[in-house]
């Protein structure tokens, strides 16, 4: 396993999201060197699609993902998911990243929430293949399973996409899967056609909010090198993108400073 | 499946650990019918194992469970957790619940940390078995992972308990396993032989610490009556214990209270 490689690097814009629009988050990635960025589709449509679009090529960067897809318990879901697919192919993200739904309101069947899922991305599969965009399924942490995806392993991920075909594959953020004990496996067998994206942050000792209290890389537990050798010895070769939810800390500084920290945590400790 | 049966349930005694000793659970037990206990090791060392015993046998109850054994990153581990199988072994508790422990102090090694619980179980099995106390190990949620147990899933707990033998099984904690795609699937696989305990809470939406936030059964999204279900198509005739760990709600009121609602929210809800 070589060492980081910052060309490799990509910049989720949810990480500054409390102090940036889209367009600054452009502008701070050209300005730091920064190759990748992966909006999020609330600063998406501040912006303007055709403005980010041409922002972004200007500063020629890769569009490493598009956040997001899914939510499946939503009632406008069909023509939400449609939106992003088109958003995605005129963006030429590399994937569209799908964070599937928790349980509906009001409900306790997760087993009816997973085939729903199931469901709902066979519909959709087809329809994101023709647009040329593959769909990134994420599996979230297991303590966000109520309220943001039912989706909780990699193991599971992989198995729907088995049954959805081609088009279709993996998003792996450390943060939702770095305990699992069948990680490597896992990752293993989702293999390069599969491996759609790979995310960077930290587990932070105590987690103080189950949602928005990820840690720098470096400042938490995660082994990302180990990590990111399993992606690379199953073949990904795609970017290395960070993504911080961070009420408490990164959200509350300077973001030029929150970029210029995250190069060098990133040379230091992935 | 059959309805909840009162003869079954059993309490553990951290749902009212901030408010009562053991001897007052004790009694708490036998004044609410309440036919199981489970005791924390530091609740009984308070009261002293032999007035426990008495007491306990006095009231007739059942002890679902002693917990807890595990901890393998503390220095003494191997001479607390012979107390804890000698203490199981007077107490005629059904089980010691293991729980393992994280990652040692400045370490970043899952891997190393899981090798290491396999190695210190295969020491211990041989003397709980000499001693008659079969090992409970509890699966944590992945959120305790690296401070309290890096056994996460049903599926790697059992793993576990087929590289060790006899005498070893696991306890199902609703709270968690709940969100697990595999949950039925390996319920099943572990069979009345490895199944020993069966804990009982909710999970709270949202969840606002990680550790002391559970819920009363009937406040969250746990579909318990189908999870039980599952425990008793595998064989499982034991006990039902709640245990409810909850700075915020359960342990600030009255612990008769508690009981009370306990006793009617396992019959509506479970």
Redesign the interface.
């Known amino acids: 396993m070589g060492s980081p490689d910052l060309a490799k690097l990509s910049l989720n814009t949810a990480t500054v999201k409390a102090q940036w629009t889209l367009a600054q988050a452009i502008e701070g990635c050209a300005r730091h060197g920064i190759a990748g960025i992966a909006p999020w589709r609330d600063k998406l449509a501040e912006m303007g699609l055709k403005a980010a679009r041409r922002a972004i090529r200007a500063h020629g960067l890769a569009v490493t993902g598009l956040c997001r897809g899914g939510f499946f318990t939503a009632s406008d879901w069909l023509s939400d998911n449609r939106r992003a697919i088109e958003e995605a192919h005129e963006l030429g993200a590399r994937c569209l990243v799908m964070v599937v739904g928790g ?1 509906p309101e009001g409900s ?4 009816r929430a ?1 085939e729903r899922v199931r469901e709902c991305l066979a519909l959709l599969a087809p329809e994101a293949r023709a647009a040329g965009v593959p769909l990134a399924i994420e599996p979230l ?3 966000q ?3 943001r995806a ?1 989706v ?2 990699l ?2 991920a992989l198995d729907l996409c088995e049954a959805l075909g081609e088009g279709v594959g993996v998003a792996v953020d450390v943060y939702h899967v ?5 990680l490597a496996e896992q990752i293993a067998r989702a293999g390069r056609r599969r491996l759609l994206a790979f995310h960077l942050c930290d ?1 932070r ?3 103080r909010d ?1 949602l928005n209290d990820r840690a720098m890389m470096g400042d938490g ?3 990302l090198p ?1 990590i990111r050798g399993w992606m690379e010895a199953a073949g990904y070769a795609g970017f290395h993108e960070v993504e911080i939810f961070s009420e408490r800390d990164w959200w509350q500084r300077d973001p030029d400073e929150v970029l210029a920290v995250m190069k060098e945590r990133y040379l230091r400790f992935c």
């Open positions: 349980l306790k069947d997760l087993v997973r942490h297991p303590m399973a109520p309220d039912c909780n392993t193991e599971q770095w305990w699992d004990p069948k587990w000792v105590p987690t189950t537990v995660i082994d180990r």
